[in-house]
């Protein structure tokens, strides 16, 4: 699998302002059911849900990282 640098990033500042979320923290978003990571063979689908552990919206694929296995991800990669 593909390394991740430390200087890698995924800012999804944009998507969680546009819907409303801009006070959650990466962690606050992992833990309420907004953002997800998802093996799918070799890669890694980030996955976004508008309203957590609602039921009103479904979750969907925002990012997929080819060749990237989701337990190599460092969650302070991601910026919300």
Not at 19 to 33: K, M, P, R, S, V
């Amino acid at each position: 699998s593909a390394i991740l640098g430390q200087d890698d990033k995924l800012d999804l500042t944009v998507l969680f302002d546009a819907n409303g979320l801009g006070a959650l923290t990466t962690d606050t978003a992992f833990a309420g059911g907004y953002l997800a990571l998802q093996q799918s063979g070799t890669d890694t689908r980030l996955i976004f849900d508008r309203d957590g552990t609602g039921n009103t919206y479904g979750a969907s694929t925002v990012a997929t990282l080819d060749d990237i296995l989701a337990i190599d991800i460092s969650k302070n990669l991601i910026t919300v």
